[in-house]
Structure formats: C-alpha cells, structure tokens
C-alpha cells in the first residue's frame, strides 16, 4: 500500500483537480481500500494536522474524506473522518459564525454518529467537536447583537450539560483538558447571559437598580462555575489543564472587578499566586505575573498620592515579582518583568526621585535588552527611551529628551513589527508635544504630519496593537488640526 504521504499530496492537488467524483477517484486510487491498515503514522499526523490547520478547506473533499473513511473499522481512519466533520462545521460556520446553526447541524451529525463509539481517539474528537460547538455558540452569543438570542444560549448550555455529563469523569488527559476549557465558556456566556433578556426587561419597564441585581447575579454564577472548576482540576499537573484553571483564577478576578469590587479582585489575584506561585509552565507563570501586575496597577489608582508612603503597598507586589521570577530566563517572561521594570521606575518619577537616581533605573532596563531580537523586547527598550524621555521633560531638560525621541526613531523607525512601530508612533507624539511646550509649532506639525503619514491605514483597525495605533493617529489629527487652526 502506498502511503498516507501521497494520499496528503492528493489532497493538497484537489483544489486543482475537479472536486466531487474526480476527487474521490484519485483518493481511492492513491490510498487503496478503507480497511487497509495505516502503518505510516507519521503520514496520518500530519494529514490530520493539515486537517486541523485549516490546509484543507474544499468542504467537498472534507465530504469525501468522510464517505470514504466514516464507517471503516479502522479507528484511525474513522478518526480522520470524524476531524473531517468538525472542520467542516467550523469551515460553514466562517469567522464570524454568519451559518451558526448550519454548522450546529453538522456538529450534530458528527455527535449522533460517533458520540457512542467507544475508543478513546474516536471519543477524544467528540469531545472537542462538543467544544467547539459550544465555543462557536457562546462566541455567536457574546459577540453579535440581535434578536432571539436566547435559542443560542440554551443550545450553548445544553452543549456544555452534555459535555460533562459525558466526559466529566473521564481519566483521558486530552478529554480533560476539554472539558476544563468548557467550563471557561459557561462562565463567559453567563457573565454576558442578561443580553438575551434584556430585551423582555426593556418591555416590562425594569429599573436600572432591576438590571444592576441581575446582571451582579449572573457575575455571582459565572464566578461559581470557575470556582467548580478549580475544585475539578486545582491539583491537576496536566499543563494544559493547569493553563486553563490558573485563566479561571485570573477571571475570576476580573469578574469582581467588574461588579466593583476591588478588594476581592486583589485577593483572587493572591490566591493564583499562592496556588501556581512555582509552577514552572510558561502559560500559567504568565498568568501569575499578570495577576499580580493586575494587583500592583489596583494598588496604585488607590494610591492617589505623590508621597512614597502611599506607593509602599504598589512596591512591594512589583519588587515581589521581579523577585520570585527575575531568573526566568524564557523570553516571555523577561518581556513582562522588563515592562514592570519600566512601570516601576515610572512610579518612582512621579515622586520627584532625583534624576541621579532615577536615569540609572531606565539606563539599566536599555542596556539589559537593547540587543534582544524579540520585537516584544525591542518595543520595551523603546519604551523605556521614550519614559526616560518624558521624566527629563518634566525636569526641564527638553533638548535632552528630543534627542532620545529622535534615538528611537533612528534605531526602530524602520523596525516593521507592530508591537514596535505602535511605540515609535507614540514617541513620535511625544516628540511633537515637546516641540510645542518649546513654542516650535512649526516642526511640531512636520512630526505629527509625519505620524498621520507613516502609521494612518484605511479600513478598520482590529486588535489591541491596531487600535493602540489608531489611538496614536488620532492624537497626531487631533494636534495636527489644531496647529493647522482647523
């Protein structure tokens, strides 16, 4: 029998071939029959991995794979089927989810024709069908506003029901893992759960004091399913599943603090980090850090002072994460500790620090990654340059900080990473600004006029860095029209 390796290469020629039976001829002719055994492993992985990263995207070959493989008695073959069906799905369902139920139907059909089968691989792929199912409506849900929401959130519980009814008590760390991601989206749908009966309260003239209980009732239940999840998987060493319950944790976090409720926010944060405080997993490290910067940032907007005895608290968390993880040597985690670095020395310029003291701080975070090649890392030293930059402004040392607004631009204007480029941008406005406070207006608005021509984009603006770039855009406009007397 020739191997998987071929039938993979048919697979990639069947948008060049005609679709349909032309398709299933050359499958047929390259693999051999349905039951002959696979004794090429490596050939299944990776057409299954060209299943999964999308390299696949003819629903009329994924219809064939599925004719030809759905009823073999070779699980592996049966399992390729069943991938098959749930890529199909996602491939109906589109990006934005625009045919959601057609894909719930095709989900369905996968569910009802293998969700008895008994081996572990088959019930494996099941269970992240369900998952998906369930992800896709949870995202449908939360994401797009219409009428007659409510039939896709009772199809999301139902989905997550089954979900754990089934797999719950399954030892298999694959399924695991899949059923601890599931109670993340249960938690999501029920923290925006109020919009598929907002409407009714609308028409029942409901106060707002009426929407305020249900929706903090709602955050209530979104909390407690995290919290079942921890108490399912807390000591749970797969490092996947810890990822995902150290997310919970930090969630939960978050769901108190959009009730208002800081003090518990800070004390969830606490709690990831007694829990995976020396978990070595690069995923829930981050996490840690991230609770724990979320805490310091808490600590200091209540802070509300200049003097140093209102900044010990702030101090003390970020000098405790530099601390515990400052041997960190994975990239990752140097990113976050240098922007903390960065956030520390800021704080400490906002008490009037003495400049002796001070630029030291800002001049060690540069020298330490200056030559680092990450663009995560580059954006930070860059950062750094524009901070120190602001911090001599404000001791008036203008021409000083013009001359590190113009280093950034000199050694990262060019740089084409976006992370890296929102930070020139930003520097670059900073640079305008002072040539303002300096009465240059004129070469204030070559600055901003040159932000407006290197970075402004037509179209939408999508993700953090996209819209942090537009923000910086819209700053220029804003400074460029006012100096043009628009």
């Not at 310029?349 to 701080?361: A, D, Y």
Request: overall charge negative.
């Amino acid at each position: 029998m020739k191997t998987l390796h071929s039938f993979i290469l048919c697979l990639l020629m069947l948008g060049l071939c005609f679709v349909g039976e032309t398709a299933r001829a050359c499958a047929v002719a390259i693999v051999g029959t349905d039951n002959e055994p696979i004794q090429d492993e490596e050939s299944l992985k990776s057409i299954e991995k060209k299943i999964n990263d999308k390299e696949i995207e003819d629903i009329a070959a994924l219809d064939d794979i599925d004719k030809r493989f759905g009823k073999s008695g070779n699980t592996e073959l049966r399992r390729l089927a069943v991938i098959a069906l749930g890529l199909k799905g996602s491939l109906v369902s589109g990006t934005c989810h625009t045919r959601i139920d057609d894909a719930v139907n095709i989900w369905n059909e996968a569910d009802e024709r293998y969700g008895d089968d008994p081996d572990p691989a088959i019930r494996a792929e099941i269970a992240q069908i369900l998952l998906k199912k369930l992800e896709s409506l949870v995202a449908y849900y939360s994401e797009i506003p219409h009428a007659g929401l409510g039939k896709y959130s009772n199809a999301a519980f139902a989905t997550f029901n089954a979900l754990v009814k089934r797999y719950g008590e399954d030892k298999d760390p694959i399924i695991r893992r899949k059923v601890a991601i599931s109670f993340m989206q249960k938690s999501r749908l029920l923290s925006v759960y109020p919009r598929s009966i907002e409407e009714d309260f609308t028409e029942n003239n409901a106060s707002p004091m009426e929407r305020e209980a249900l929706r903090k009732a709602e955050e209530m239940a979104a909390r407690d399913v995290l919290d079942e999840l921890v108490r399912r998987y807390g000591n749970d060493e797969d490092p996947e599943v810890s990822t995902t319950v150290s997310d919970a944790m930090y969630t939960k976090g978050q769901l108190f603090y959009s009730v208002g409720d800081v003090d518990e926010e800070m004390a969830a944060y606490d709690e990831l980090g007694r829990h995976y405080g020396k978990n070595e997993t690069l995923a829930v490290r981050l996490n840690v850090i991230k609770g724990f910067d979320t805490k310091a940032w808490r600590l200091f907007q209540k802070a509300d002072s200049s003097t140093e005895k209102n900044y010990i608290p702030v101090f003390a968390v970020l000098d405790d994460i530099i601390g515990r993880f400052g041997d960190d040597a994975r990239l990752d985690v140097q990113v976050k500790l240098a922007d903390i670095s960065i956030k520390r020395a800021n704080i400490l310029s906002r008490m009037e620090m003495p400049e002796k003291e001070l630029i030291p701080i800002y001049d060690d975070i540069i020298q330490k990654y200056k030559k680092s090649e990450s663009p995560e890392m580059r954006a930070q030293v860059a950062a750094a340059l524009a901070n120190k930059a602001e911090f001599l402004a404000g001791k008036a040392k203008i021409n000083d900080a013009l001359d590190l607004c113009d280093r950034v631009d000199e050694i990262y204007g060019k740089d084409n990473a976006p992370i890296v480029r929102l930070q020139v941008a930003n520097t670059l406005n900073i640079k305008g600004e002072l040539l303002i406070k300096q009465n240059k207006p004129k070469k204030a608005l070559v600055v901003f006029n040159e932000v407006i021509r290197r970075y402004k984009k037509k179209g939408h603006y999508y993700g953090d860095i996209e819209i942090g770039m537009f923000a910086a855009v819209l700053e220029a406009e804003r400074y460029r029209n006012k100096l043009s007397g628009k």
